[in-house]
């Protein structure tokens, strides 16, 4: 089993930056990648990026490219989230994600076998 836990998330207003944080622990040597989702109410859970643990390769949702960064710290078993230019429309709870050895980086929920329980980003316009 691998436990993850998510810190960082809080109020900000349109136009600036949060950096949340997923640490993982347990079985960590089983995970393939990691990735941030985010559920809006009322919305499905979306994809927001991923990372591969081996090579560090990232993946965004067209939504967040260029405004979040993806990157995570071997040594801690940390994964973070950078947001910067925060928009309202990107207000949700945000879920920290771990997936176990796979073909492919999942990029649906449904490829993901353990998960934070959350934190809420809220962006004032």
């Known amino acids: 089993q691998v436990q993850l836990v998510e810190s960082g998330g809080g109020l900000v207003q349109a136009g600036g930056s949060l950096r949340l944080s997923c640490a993982a622990s347990?079985?960590?040597?089983?995970?393939?990648?990691m990735g941030w989702f985010r559920q809006a109410p009322g919305k499905e859970r979306e994809f927001v990026a991923a990372?591969?643990?081996?090579?560090?390769?990232?993946y965004y949702a067209d939504s967040v490219k260029g405004r979040f960064t993806i990157s995570r710290d071997n040594a801690k078993n940390t994964v973070y989230l950078q947001m910067n230019s925060l928009k309202p429309e990107d207000t949700a709870v945000y879920y920290c994600?771990?997936?176990?050895?796979?073909?492919?980086?999942?990029?649906?929920?449904?490829?993901?076998?353990?998960w934070g329980q959350g934190t809420q980003v809220t962006v004032s316009s």
């Open positions: 994600a771990a997936q176990r050895q796979r073909l492919r980086v999942g990029l649906v929920p449904s490829e993901y076998d353990y």
């Open positions: 347990g079985r960590t040597f089983s995970i393939y990648a």
């Open positions: 990372i591969r643990w081996s090579d560090a390769r990232t």
